[in-house]
């Protein structure tokens, strides 16, 4: 008696789709040489930390490693977004995606194997960078120690936005090309606003001339916006826990995660509407 094949259901589907994908990123030069950039960045940050204060006594008070770990964090996001971005569109350009489509596979499936896939490569970089900062202690011996890394395990949920980001515009993109100067341009029109309206909110209002108090007015109106909407702005909340040297709450993660799930339903939609599949 035969038995007809079962299709694997939707996690299953998905998790067969991870898999594929994590093997091929493990097994790429890519993948080490974004490593050994991300501890490169650590002994950088840790030479001039030790030329600064290397013949003073100072008494640190505040997370030494917030600033570099702002700049990992925010390095790693941008990185793997752009890695989504490519690998999206790459797959509708070389006509894997409608190979995918026509299975038991659909959008939810490819969406998420996909973002799993590059959110289980960002946890195994940070993991990497992290075991270079306590072997190598970088910023010097007693600095670096369990206590100071661990407040890195908090920060990379400010990442997953624009990595959902990426995996939205190159659902929404054909070719590899279109994909990744939309996300480049994207990220930086985002990166942009937020740095003028850091500058801007810094200088005092005898500093401005009127098109800067207009300029800040406008940014001030449209930052709540901002900050619901743009993967960039949660990004940033490493960076401005550190200026401001305050903890960052978790409420603030909260925020963060519900983006990027929202993130990803736009792709899938975005992926049903251009593909016109499922």
Request: charged share 10%; aromatic share 6%.
């Amino acid at each position: 008696m035969s038995h007809a094949p079962t299709p694997p259901g939707a996690l299953a589907a998905t998790l067969l789709l991870a898999e594929r994908e994590l093997r091929a990123r493990l097994g790429s030069a890519w993948f080490w040489a974004v490593s050994s950039f991300s501890c490169l960045m650590g002994w950088l940050y840790g030479a001039g930390f030790l030329a600064s204060f290397g013949t003073e006594s100072v008494l640190v008070t505040t997370d030494p490693l917030l600033a570099l770990n702002a700049m990992v964090v925010m390095f790693l996001g941008v990185v793997l977004g752009l890695r989504l971005a490519a690998s999206m569109a790459w797959e509708r350009e070389h006509k894997t995606l409608e190979v995918l489509l026509v299975s038991p596979v659909g959008w939810p499936s490819i969406v998420a194997a996909k973002f799993l896939t590059e959110l289980v490569v960002l946890l195994l970089l940070i993991a990497i960078y992290a075991g270079y900062l306590f072997v190598a202690q970088p910023l010097g011996r007693g600095v670096v120690s369990a206590p100071e890394l661990s407040g890195l395990a908090r920060i990379p949920v400010f990442a997953l936005p624009v990595m959902a980001l990426g995996v939205a515009v190159g659902a929404a993109l054909g070719t590899v090309r279109a994909a990744v100067v939309v996300f480049l341009v994207l990220v930086g029109a985002l990166c942009a606003v937020e740095i003028a309206h850091g500058i801007l909110s810094a200088q005092t209002v005898e500093e401005m001339s009127l098109t800067g108090l207009y300029a800040r007015l406008m940014l001030d109106l449209a930052d709540p916006a901002l900050g619901v909407l743009s993967p960039v702005a949660q990004l940033a909340q490493p960076a401005q826990a550190f200026a401001l040297q305050a903890p960052l709450r978790g409420i603030e993660g909260v925020h963060a995660l519900a983006q990027t799930l929202a993130v990803l339903g736009l792709a899938i939609l975005l992926g049903r509407l251009r593909g016109g599949l499922r």
